[in-house]
């Protein structure tokens, strides 16, 4: 028996699909097309299983470049299970310092912008003017005048 060593490659996901024929002792499997490209030039599309004894496996979506494996000159693909992309812990990771950097920043900054808070020109720790929080103006009622009483009988 002739044994292939596996080879690093990348690969785009072309298409994610549920594999309803197949199911496995943790559910349905997820098959994947992608196009592979090796490191020797190779450029084929493959069709890759969802791994089913990986605890850590972050499924990838349709466009997303990821890491796998081919095995020898055959077509035969794997994900790569270094591959941080293909982690669930990377994922979550990334997830929450994404989240904790936006609720650095100020009020009615824009999210999709880094913010520096060196950069911050404003100083003053008042609160700031959100275009959208014009309609609140006055509900306080401060230096407005009272309503009129109402007599009802």
Do not use: Y
């Not at 690969?11 to 090796?38: I, P, Q, S």
């Not at 084929?44 to 796998?68: K, M, Y």
């Not at 060196?118 to 309609?135: I, K, L, N, R, Y």
């Amino acid at each position: 028996m002739h044994l292939h060593r596996w080879h690093k490659a990348e690969a785009k996901v072309v298409l994610v699909k549920w594999n309803l024929d197949t199911t496995t002792t943790l559910g349905r499997a997820m098959e994947f097309v992608a196009d592979v490209r090796t490191q020797d030039g190779r450029f084929f599309r493959a069709l890759v299983h969802q791994p089913l004894l990986w605890a850590d496996f972050c499924p990838p979506v349709e466009g997303n470049i990821v890491g796998v494996e081919v095995e020898g000159e055959t077509e035969n693909v794997r994900f790569d299970t270094d591959d941080p992309r293909l982690s669930t812990r990377e994922h979550d990771r990334r997830s929450r310092s994404e989240i904790d950097s936006v609720l650095a920043q100020p009020p009615g900054s824009d999210p999709s912008r880094p913010w520096d808070a060196a950069e911050s020109s404003d100083q003053s720790g008042t609160f700031p003017e959100h275009p959208e929080w014009h309609h609140t103006r006055g509900m306080h009622n401060a230096g407005q005048p009272e309503p009129p009483e109402r007599n009802l009988p």
